[in-house]
């Protein structure tokens, strides 16, 4: 999963501030922790690792001569292709992480082209020594979380809203304005959250901030578009879905590591869990009800496909007993529904 934190320098002791952050989210990397701190400039990083285990690949990563520095959570399923492309216009690779090409991307090609070049679901923020600034980014769908906040002079950015609770100057102030969407819709629609000058960065932007001017430009690098200009057949439509869904499975299995499938009874699961010929498959049920336990299902397809189904079945006093710590790791409240 993997999760970085980062602030703007200016206070004293933020070696340490950028490791209590980091501490505040070792839950989404047990496997490495790093952290990079000039006078401008302090990010933090947690690291599960998927691809190049080794220590090349961890982070904060950086250039040949350091002037640029990167927190990435994410994976980028076209890195090989675009790693070849970046060798042949003469960048220098120390690791085979997807993080790398993502510092010579941008190198060479700018911030939004090299947005417009990644396939996976990432969020990044990067360093620029050289101009005095710093980039972030989000994916098309916002998969992966990117919040930002700006209390003075200061701004900081994590994966989650409470790392920022151990920098000295994040005010915890509870945004009222935000109540009306949320109750309506159950979540924020919009890029404000419960904490008051705390924002997610919205699915398909990016940021660029200026370290000089403290000005931040916050924008929509892509949006989706439909235009038809054909009527393909049935047929056409089949072949055409297929392919693209065995195309877009067999990306998401890059790694270095074992890769497992949820499944449940649903045929959108099972499809997954036949096409990508995963490891192992995983299935939670709800109770003894049938109706909404579905193991049994998927330990027999899981068996026809050849494969070991992992599952468990999760009781209401498993979920009330643990009701505060999801309410933590989600980082915003949770609406629940009571019939009496």
Known sequence: MCGFVGFTNYIDGAENV???MMDRIAHRG???AGKFVDERV???FRR???IDLSEAGSQPMTNEDGSIV???NGEIYNFRELREQLIEAGHKF?????TEVLIHGYEEWGREPLLNRLRGMFAFVIYDKNKGRLFGARDFFGIKPLYYGRFGKTLMWGSEIKSFLDHPQFVKELNTDTLETYLTFQYSPTADTFFKNVYKLPAAHCFTYDLTDGELDVRRYWEIKFTPNEQPTLENWVEDIGNTFKNSVEAHKIADVEVGSFLSSGVDSSYVAAVANVDKTFTVGFGEDEKYNEIGYAKEFSKYIGKVNNSRVIAPEDYWGN???IQYH???PKLQFILL
């Open 323 to 325: 009701f505060a710590k």
């Open 48 to 50: 599960l690792s998927i």
């Open 30 to 32: 047990p496997d490495q």
């Open 18 to 20: 950028v490791e209590k």
């Open 42 to 44: 302090a990010m933090g």
């Open 94 to 98: 120390k690791s085979s992480a997807d």
């Open 330 to 332: 989600m980082d915003v």
């Open 70 to 72: 990167i927190t990435f």
